[in-house]
């Protein structure tokens, strides 16, 4: 409605449009949390409590945005994949980052008693965002496969650290012991001298936790003795290996995107076709 | 400390670094704010309660990022000045947006219970993020004038549309009542019609609210007979005119900036200086 | 070598890095060929001569620049693929841009009595240039089908305008008779009205012209009776369909890149393998 | 014209506008010169004859780009000034930088000859471009200061270099000799070993070149004994010293911008002024 003499100054925003047709990686990375966990008396190297309400977090983003196909969380940060297709806010970076960052943050301090009834929460958790465009799947698939790597290599050094210390050694000596060591020798490690084996370590600490929307066979109604199921997508919450190719197998409907006529259509200046009819 | 074969698709982030020695404004709005506002039952044309709670979670970001020295809002949006030497994450847009939004979308969800004690949250209030630069102070001074422009005409209209709705139009027919009329016109109706004077409406209708440090004479202790002052910084929240030159005149330090040396130093890439000393 | 206190100046230069692992289409387009064309005789609607130095200058480009893997030009455009894995000058647009543009430029300017040798260049033909990635090699062909199918489009119309013209009529005239015109009618009133069937133009007018590099049997030798043949690649300039998938299968060695380990090792920042061995 | 089910395509390209109301850098810089410079037998340190025809193409630039004020040179790169208000091209940097590129490298192809009538120009002279945008004209000048300094401190070395490897040395004793050396040790050098007083030699050397419309008054014709004079510009090549204000308070109208008014006027999109009558 308004209009003035001022309104010249909408010209010095800027385009920040993502390449249409690529995979969109939104992630949230927790600010300073090691003083947020410190405050809040998160347990170390983790804390249940704090994960799922994480967890919960990603949930409702993948409510609320329908383009989000697939979420993917470890310790303070979340990736959100953005279907190839997606056009929403015409793709703006700044509108998508925003977008995500304040639906997570709004949902962690909402959901902070449900997880924490006891510990009041002292100041807003605040997360930054950040999104980063995947031409193909192979290479989005990648991308995933490096935070889980990274989560795993985090969490058995964490493991082994937090156990060393906990054994009377100080932060320094727990560094100074686990320097340089190999996958092997942490495992070794743990097994002989605190009789832990490192995979009987609950899952979503070991691979993170994945959110999505799970197809599932539901019964209808049985008829005649017959079973009438239908196929029903419900949001679950799961800890799986996503480096390997069997679960993108198993759910290959999850990065499947329609035809290519679809991908025409989901573009911001939509084709009108008019096929010469002579051509060659 | 993780480091794999995957790791390589750290190289598909861009870089949206903001151009230095600008002004940069963020901007947030709310989204959806019209099912938003229906929901919580927030009055109409303003509900005072909500707008005071915007207020305390520009107060919460300005609070919290030394780098915002200005801050006005009118509605469900919210504009932050950052100083134009800030280097706060390399400048780069995603992070500085989403800290703003993550910090305000937070906060808005923290402070509600203060500010509507008897209405439950239903669902998260959620903020888009955009940040733009200008160039010279000249023109951040027309953005922010812009903003107040838009404020006034709005609520100029807004509060003849629903008074006209009040006493019995339906919206149809408000609308057209309206259509086309000058500030003039919209004034004599409400006067008129409504008994009511503009200009005495609350200025935080009229004029939205600022935030910022106020450099305030404190007095420090009175000694035989002196009073001893000191300059202090305070947050306040104040309902100015900000279009003219008046409020900036008053408030030079607001907009200030250090010397030529410092904006250098506040640069990315610092100079290391070595003139030739021979130069004619 | 130098350094100085102003040296602070170059932390404004930004990056305008390109995706990775995209197809780079390098596209420039003669800036005011129109004037261009009539100071220098060319003929209507197509320059025999014109087109050969625009072919000549593309050439020189896949000449020097080894990732461009494509070219195709119509008219006073030319456009230059440049392959998924390229990381010259780090992907930077505006290197890539004003490589191609400097390369193409100059080459028009040096080849120009070439092929005008009864004709004085007036001044320099310049060109601007764009670059546009494309995430997958469907819709890279897509983008190089759009220019042939304007190609064909603009020559059709233009025949049969230029035509009219030459048979007495005012270009009003002209265009008035053609305005709406499906393909099929133009093709009729070419027949009938001057004796022409379209599809014996010459190709370079209908279809446009690409360069690449062909992969060609050589023979090395003959032993014994035996022919030796070798494969190798020659730059060639050809007239062919490029919409449909014969051309794109008869050389599919044009857009084929290397295994995904190639990919990787492309990236601005290669990985430092080193996948953890006890990972489930 | 032409349209069809390809012209989706157009949708990947994406914007590339430069900041409103900044100063914009285009900078073009030779590519592998130094292999160029011996091919076609230039003299070291400097070839007049290769600074003449750098300055030449510079003046061709800003010949036909009216939004270019101001030009620096030096060795083999060339920066171009346009003004804050240019809204060429809507200020796209791909088109922008083109542009530049294209002028001047054409222009040194056509322009050789003039300047080396009897070498055979071997190959084109490519050359890359930028584009920088500086928020102020104080930066505007430390980016000039910043190539003359550059300028300076390399002709110095370059001079000393090449003398000493002119008296016999060897190019890593040169290197040797020089490392680390003050501007006064190099100075001192070439006077006491080559009797060479710095400051005497050529300007275009020590200074670079700069080209611009300087004002000038012209006597229009002579009445009654009265001279009537006009203010006229004329295009011009000097070398003079940029870094103090001494050339910038003689020439003040060169980076000179109209009013406020204008500034708004010059913006992709205007304002359409409607300030509301009752503000308070």
């Known amino acids: 409605m308004a209009n003035s003499k001022y309104e010249y100054v909408k010209g ?3 385009n920040d ?59 303070d940060e979340y990736s959100f994949v953005l279907r190839r297709t997606c056009t929403l806010y015409q793709r703006r970076a700044s509108k998508l ?11 962690y301090a909402m959901k902070w008693t ?41 969490n058995q050094y964490n493991t082994c650290f937090w156990k060393l210390v906990g054994s009377g050694m100080s932060t320094a000596e727990a560094q100074n012991t686990l320097k340089g060591t190999t996958a092997d020798v ?13 995979n009987n370590i609950p899952p979503i600490f070991r691979k993170g936790s994945i959110v999505y929307r799970k197809q599932m066979d539901e019964v209808v109604k049985v008829e005649k003795g017959e079973v009438i199921k239908r196929l029903r ?21 999850i990065l499947a995107v329609g035809s290519k006529n679809k991908q025409q259509q989901a573009l911001p200046r939509p084709a009108k076709p008019q096929l010469p009819s002579s051509l060659p």
């Open 97 to 107: 980052i925003s977008l995500v960052v304040s639906l997570f943050s709004a949902s």
């Open 12 to 14: 010095f925003e800027q």
């Open 17 to 75: 449009t993502l390449l249409p047709q690529t995979w969109i990686v939104i992630r949230v990375d927790g600010r300073a949390f090691t003083r947020f966990s410190q405050v809040h008396g998160f347990e170390k190297p983790n804390d249940m409590q704090a994960l799922l309400l994480m967890n919960e977090c990603a949930k409702a983003v993948l409510e609320d945005i329908s383009d989000v196909v697939f979420c993917y969380g470890v310790s």
């Open 186 to 198: 942490k495992n070794n490690l743990l097994f002989e001298k605190f009789n832990i084996n490192y």
């Open 114 to 154: 449900q997880f924490f009834p006891e510990t009041e929460l002292q100041y807003a958790a605040t997360f930054d965002g950040r999104a980063v465009c995947y031409p193909s799947e192979s290479i989005l698939r990648d991308y995933l496969s490096w935070r889980q790597v990274d989560c795993h290599i985090n």
């Open 233 to 253: 997508a419900h949001i679950v919450v799961e800890h799986e290996d996503i480096i390997h190719d069997g679960f993108w197998t198993a759910h290959s409907y």
